[in-house]
């Protein structure tokens, strides 16, 4: 039977732990925080929006959707911002019309928020200059299971007791506080989305684990009710061309009014999402995608070397456009290393709310690099620290792997990266 092992992260959102891994999906001081801010808020998608009305993402190890569902949520955040702002806010007592494609879908009153306060029975006219957003993403994972069960996971738990975890795993254990911090939060219009798109995918296999009591509290109960909603009216609502409806009835049942006219203004915007549940490098080799943005959020190179290595990042290469960029966590010179030997240019992520550096940015135009390597970086892959992993077929297990890469650093001539460490300390009086 399949298991859950699920734990609340720092900031209230659900972390996973892979006992076949040995390793944690998402890091315990928050897995959302982590999806904004390693993936999200480094991309600068608010400058990519306002000139492009077309995006792909490539979402590889979506997991539980934490980085496709902030990017969501971004989309939603911005699309708000922008096409409510102030300047079109007439705060005298009329109705709101939504446009798309040059159509009025709506004439309502409505009550609306931005920037916390609420602005009563305003006008506002919702456009995209008569042309929609087009959004396209790809997500890869091996998990179907997880997979499904990404727009029902809660997020903004809030008093988190002591947590009785149902793995043995210590180091989680010492890391969870009992208070959380929230910085970021999920629109509940982003589950609705990511449902609306995964909805038929999910399986008999996948409803256990949903409506199991065993992992009740780590779901959200007003989205499982919509799915049991839009299962109910399956027939009636299976076309895309009904989502109007579906959207109608759901409001009307199970959403409060403050999101009544955010749902409506989706219109605007065609999502279009791929689950391909398989191995990443089998997908691209038969994808013939370029991406804007590629989120790699795989785990660790010393457990998943298989999408770390040289001849991997080769291919993302060819599916990255040439302003595009790659996102990840990984702060290792063995794979900066290999990225700059795949042929981009790389520089670093910075956190402003850590104030450190938490993640790699790899592209094909350097402009669109903020933190460039330091010389410390740089000298840092010259040593064995920056031998990277090699899997010219593409096709290689990760044991095997491992153990290449294991004889080609003991075999090496390079400096320890240890030695280089302790010298390069001594010679910059650090």
């Known amino acids: 039977m399949y298991e859950l092992y699920p734990y609340f992260t720092n900031d209230g959102s659900v972390g996973l732990f892979s006992p076949s891994a040995d390793d944690i999906y998402h890091s315990t001081y928050g897995a959302l925080t982590e999806a904004y801010e390693k993936f999200i808020l480094p991309a600068n998608f608010e400058k990519y929006f306002k000139k492009n009305k077309s995006i792909k993402v490539l979402d590889i190890c979506y997991g539980i959707g934490y980085n496709t569902k902030s990017f969501i949520n971004y989309f939603l955040e911005f699309m708000s ?147 049991k909603f839009y299962k109910s009216k399956k027939d009636k609502y299976t076309p895309l061309s009904c989502l109007d409806s579906f959207l109608h009835n759901i409001y009307y049942k199970y959403i409060s009014s403050s999101y009544k006219n955010v749902l409506k203004a989706l219109k605007m915007a065609n999502f279009n999402f791929d689950l391909n549940i398989e191995d990443a490098r089998q997908v691209l080799q038969k994808d013939n995608n370029e991406y804007n943005y590629i989120f790699l959020d795989a785990f660790t190179p010393a457990k998943c070397p298989c999408l770390w290595t040289v001849d991997f990042f080769k291919l993302l290469y060819n599916h990255l456009d040439n302003d595009g960029m790659i996102l990840t966590y990984s702060n290792s010179a063995t794979i900066r290393n290999a990225f700059l030997n795949a042929g981009f240019c790389v520089g670093k992520i910075f956190s402003e709310s850590a104030n450190k550096f938490t993640g790699t940015i790899a592209v094909k135009n350097k402009a669109l690099i903020k933190y460039e390597l330091s010389e410390y970086d740089l000298g840092l892959m010259k040593t064995k620290a920056g031998i990277f992993y090699r899997d010219e077929n593409l096709n290689g297990l990760n044991e095997a792997i491992i153990n290449a890469h294991k004889i080609e650093v003991e075999n090496s001539n390079l400096e320890s990266s240890s030695k280089y460490i302790k010298n390069f300390r001594r010679n910059n009086d650090l």
């Open 81 to 227: 911002n922008d096409t409510i702002g102030s300047d079109n806010i007439n705060k005298d007592n009329c109705n709101a019309q939504i446009y798309t494609n040059n159509k009025k879908l709506y004439n309502s009153t409505v009550e609306l928020h931005t920037n916390n306060q609420k602005l009563y029975n305003s006008t506002v006219e919702l456009h995209t200059n008569n042309q929609k957003y087009n959004i396209y993403i790809n997500a890869i994972d091996t998990d179907k299971i997880l997979a499904n069960l990404s727009p029902f996971f809660i997020t903004g738990k809030n008093n988190i007791k002591k947590q009785q975890l149902t793995f043995k795993q210590d180091k989680i254990k010492k890391m969870l506080a009992e208070k959380t911090k929230q910085i970021y939060s999920l629109k509940t219009e982003t589950k609705i989305i990511l449902l609306n798109l995964l909805k038929d995918n999910i399986d008999s296999e996948s409803e256990n684990i949903l409506f199991s009591k065993k992992y009740s509290k780590f779901f959200d109960r007003s989205i499982i009710d919509l799915y």
